[in-house]
Each structure stands twice: as structure tokens, then as C-alpha cells.
């Protein structure tokens, strides 16, 4: 994951917006993931955006990407206890389907909300 | 569905030592994954496999061996523990949906496996 990075920690208080941030390096990064793994747990996938895409909502949750910068953001909006968790966020390279549909995740982000 | 499963959900052993983790599958996904787990690196995949009967290597491939036999198994043995394979295991198998007529693939994980080589 070394080429997909994440700021390791963030804090919020429960109601305000929460942005994680997550810069990568492959142009041809054809679509891209945020993925919350709670303690103790497995990854989840909470959303997806494809590269021709500049935003997608959610729900509570936003993601913006930059394709200029390389930057992909994960906005979650009125956070709540239950929001805490690593969330990462993972690029597929190059084409569509093929190439054993491999991942590469970013180095995790911990979220902690505070009452 | 019981999804991804993985066992043992924790294991200790000592440098030398071999063993197997077991990742099964009840989705029919062709594909399946083992990455590791270490803090501030993210998961990084150690093998891969695209349907029965192969696997490939993925970042970190080395002193790990897997095996897919059957469609709903994928394997991971480490044939003599070192320290540096204390971490966490993930198995995860990857559903390919269409999406406005784009292929979307979506990994679905197994809940972990701690590992510490002592």
C-alpha cells in the first residue's frame, strides 16, 4: 500500500462532518473504494466511485475525487459513535475486469468520535 | 450465506513451525485473496487466485504457499514461521456485479486471523 496514502488518524466530535483523505499515484486507477473495518472485523465496503467520476453521494457519505491531483476524499456527514472505525481506501488499476482483479489499499485511516 | 470464513480465528506459534489457514467461501466467487495486515501499512496481498486449480503471487508472496483445489477453498500455508509473519490474515473473495454496463468487482472479507510467531 505503499503507493496509496492516508493520513493514520483522525478525530471528530459525534455530529460534526468528518474528511478523510486519501492521495494515490496511478493515473490509470480505473475505479476507486472506501472500505470500513470495524474492531475485531473484516473490511466492509461502504461506496465506490469510477475515475470518470468527480462525485458521488451517498446517503451521509460523499466521496470527491481529483483525478488532476490524485486525490480521493471520503466525506461522512453528522458522524456518529458507530462511525468509528479504520477506513481505507483501495484503487483497481488498469483495465476494468482482468489482471485477477487485484487492489491496492491505502495504509488506513482511524476514526474515533467523541461525544 | 455464512460468506467468507476463516479458521483459526487466532493461532500462536513458534519460529520453524508450519501451518495452514483456511478460508472458505459459500458465494461461488471465482476470485479469492489472503492479504496481511500491519499497523500503518494497510493490506498488502500475498496471493491471489482466479478460479480453481491457480493461484498467482501478489506483493508480498514470499515464505507463503496456497492452494485452491476447490472452487469454495483457498489455502494458505507458511511452511516455516518466522516473526516477521506475526500479523493479521485476511481472506476475501470478489463478487463481479454490472453496474450501468461497467464490470464492478466488490471483495467481500473473511473476519481475520491472528498470527504471532514467537
Known amino acids: 500500500g505503499e503507493d496509496v496514502e492516508q493520513s493514520l488518524f483522525l478525530s471528530v466530535r459525534e455530529g460534526d462532518s468528518s474528511v478523510i483523505n486519501c492521495t494515490y499515484t496511478?493515473?490509470?486507477?480505473?475505479?476507486l473504494y472506501w472500505y470500513k473495518q470495524e474492531p475485531g472485523a473484516g473490511l466492509q465496503l461502504l461506496t465506490y466511485i469510477f475515475s470518470n467520476m468527480d462525485m458521488k453521494q451517498d446517503q451521509r457519505l460523499t466521496v470527491l475525487l481529483n483525478k488532476k491531483d490524485k486525490h480521493l476524499s471520503l466525506r461522512i456527514a453528522d458522524t456518529q459513535t458507530g462511525d468509528s472505525a479504520i477506513y481505507f481506501c483501495?484503487?483497481?488499476?488498469?483495465?476494468?475486469?482482468?489482471?485477477?482483479?487485484?487492489?491496492?489499499f491505502g495504509t488506513g485511516t482511524q476514526l474515533k468520535v467523541e461525544l | 450465506n455464512a460468506g467468507v470464513t476463516q479458521t483459526p480465528k487466532f493461532r500462536v506459534l513458534k519460529t520453524g513451525q508450519s501451518m495452514t489457514l483456511l478460508c472458505a467461501q459459500d458465494m461461488n466467487h471465482e476470485y479469492m485473496y489472503w492479504y496481511r495486515q500491519d499497523p500503518g501499512m494497510g493490506l498488502r496481498l500475498i496471493h491471489y487466485s482466479v478460479g480453481e486449480g491457480t493461484t498467482a503471487k501478489g506483493e508480498v508472496p514470499d515464505g507463503y504457499n496456497v492452494s485452491r483445489l476447490k472452487k469454495q477453498n483457498f489455502l494458505l500455508g507458511l511452511e516455516s514461521a518466522a516473526p516477521s509473519q506475526t500479523s493479521v490474515y485476511f481472506c476475501?473473495?470478489?463478487?463481479?456485479?454490472?453496474?450501468?454496463?461497467?464490470?464492478?468487482?466488490?471483495?467481500?472479507f473473511g473476519p481475520g486471523t491472528r498470527l504471532t510467531v514467537t
Open positions: 483501495a484503487e483497481k488499476r488498469g483495465r476494468l475486469t482482468g489482471g485477477g482483479n487485484k487492489l491496492t
Open positions: 476475501a473473495s470478489l463478487k463481479m456485479a454490472s453496474f450501468d454496463g461497467t464490470v464492478l468487482g466488490e471483495q467481500y
Open positions: 496511478d493515473s490509470s486507477s480505473t475505479y
